[in-house]
C-alpha cells in the first residue's frame, strides 16, 4: 500500500539559510517550488515554473524588491503569484493582468524555520504552528543540525515514537519504556519514561544506580516534533519532517541547549545528541526496507500504535486511505 501525502506545515529551510535577496530551488510534495526572501526580508513560495515558457524561478531567478525575477525573461511576480511587470512588453498579457498566475503557498517562519503549506487540493491552511519559547530564548544555542533523505512515508518516522518495544531490539535500552499519549486534535504528546545511570546536580555519573528518565515529546501536525530531555540537564531537539514524495522524506534534527550551562553539563548534552543521532542511524535501514502494514496483528507490548494510527489518519485527504480496523492479540 502506498501512502498518500499528508497535508500539513512543512519545514523548507532553516532561516539562518535565507538571507534577503537569497532564491532556493525545492522539490517536495511531489512538487517543484521555489522559496526566496525579499529585500524587505519576507520568505516567499511559489510554484516554480514561469507561466510564460516555464523557466524555472529557482535556478537563476533574482529577487527584485519585493518579487522575484524569471531567469529566462526577466517577467517579476510577487509573492502572491502575480505578475508585476513584463520588461520588455508594452503592457502585461491579459491572461497574466487577471490574477494569480503562479500558485503562492502559504508560508510561515517561526521556530528559527520557513515552513509552507501543503494541501493536496490547495486548500488553505486547517490549524495552525506552534511556536517553541525556547527557540525564541537567546539564552538557548544556535542549532546544532542533521538531516537525512530517507525511502519511506513520513508516518513511519512518527510512528517510531510510540513504539516502544523496538527501543529494546534495535536500540538496545536496558528496559523497556513505557509511555502515556494524548492526542488532542492535530497534536500529540507522548510521555515517555525509560531508565539511565543516575546524574547528580554536579554532572557526576554513576553507572551502578539507574533512575528514571522522562521524555516529553510533542507534535503538531505530521510535519513537526519537539523533544525536550529534562534531567540534571536540557537539550531539546526540533524534529522536522517533509515528503519530498509519497515514499521519500527529508528528515531534519536541530538540537538546542542552554548556553549557561557547565563544562560538564556540556559534554553530557553532547553525547546525549550523538547518541540520538545515532538511533537514527539504527532506524533508517528498518525504515528503507520495510512494508507498511495496514492492518498489522499488534500485542500488548507493542505501545499505542493503533492509536497514533487514528491521529495521523486525519492528515490525509484522499477518502482511499482510511484504515482497517487493527487486530489486537491478547
Partial sequence: MELPIPFGWYALSYSS????????PHYFFDEHMVLFRTENGEAQVLEAFCPHLGAHLGHGGKVRGEAIACPFH??????GGECLSVPYAKEIPKRAREGQCLYSYPVRECNRMVWAWYHPRRLPPLFEMDEVPELADPNWSPFDCYDWEIKAPIQETGENAVDIAHFIYVHRTVKMPTAKITLEGHRRSTDMTS?????DEEGNVDFNRLENIHLLSKNCGPGMSTQMFSKAFKAFLLGTV????ANKLKLRFAFAKPLDISEKFN???DALIAEIVRQVGQDIPIWQNKKYQESPILCDGDGPIAKYRR?????YDDPAAERMPMRVVS
Fill in 267 to 269: 559534554l553530557l548534552t
Fill in 17 to 24: 539559510d535565507l538571507a534577503p535577496g537569497d532564491v532556493q
Fill in 311 to 315: 491521529w495521523f489518519s486525519q492528515f
Fill in 195 to 199: 531508565v539511565g545511570p543516575h546524574i
Fill in 242 to 245: 517533509t515528503p519530498i514524495s
Fill in 74 to 79: 526577466g517577467w517579476e511576480f510577487n509573492g
